[in-house]
Nanobody, 126 residues
């Protein structure tokens, strides 16, 4: 079992940047594919980015492609989401998620994830 704790959220102006971190404990992170999801006010949860357990493969939602970068450091049990050129529509609670797997691929579907963090609030506003 793995526990996930997100950090790095906050208030940022449009066009600004934030880096979110997801700290994992209780298990070996390299056995998990990881993902970031978000839920904005009055919206359903949506996929943001996913990374394979080795970090060799990544996948992004069209809405964030070219602006966000997902990465991981398995030695430190950390997963990151670098967010640049932020827009007001990026405002949401961001959650990281983990899926234990032997696959080398990414997992873009929320229903496949086994563990979730509590989330960190990101607000993009002038």
């Amino acid at each position: 079992q793995v526990q996930l704790v997100e950090s790095g959220g906050g208030l940022v102006q449009p066009g600004g940047s934030l880096r979110l971190s997801c700290a994992a404990s209780g298990s070996i992170l390299s056995t998990y594919a990881m993902g970031w999801f978000r839920q904005g006010p009055g919206k359903e949860r949506e996929f943001v980015a996913a990374i394979s357990r080795t970090g060799d493969s990544t996948y992004y939602a069209d809405s964030v492609k070219g602006r966000f970068t997902i990465s991981r450091d398995n030695a430190k049990n950390l997963v990151y989401l670098q967010m640049n050129s932020l827009k007001p529509e990026d405002t949401a609670v961001y959650h990281c998620a983990a899926k234990r797997t032997i696959s080398w691929g990414v997992v873009p579907s929320a229903v496949e994830y086994d563990y979730w963090g509590q989330g960190t609030q990101v607000t993009v506003s002038a």
